[in-house]
């Protein structure tokens, strides 16, 4: 997500700093869209159709033994 506003994690030294970079962010509708896409392809997942778990392992109650 950093990436995507073109800062670097030692750039957020103030609180000042880091509003204006999520000001920033906000005001740019590309960097705002890579910011999404970078978060939904952090939290899906590939194995499964869309962006939640399979019914089979929402039903897990320990991991499943081969």
Known sequence: MLAAV???PEMFTSWAILAE???NLLS???ALGCVVVAVVG???DPITQGITDS????TYQKPKKD
């Open 6 to 8: 073109g800062a670097k």
């Open 21 to 23: 970079q999520v000001k």
């Open 28 to 30: 740019n509708p590309f």
């Open 42 to 44: 952090y939290i899906n």
């Open 55 to 58: 019914k089979q392992a929402l």
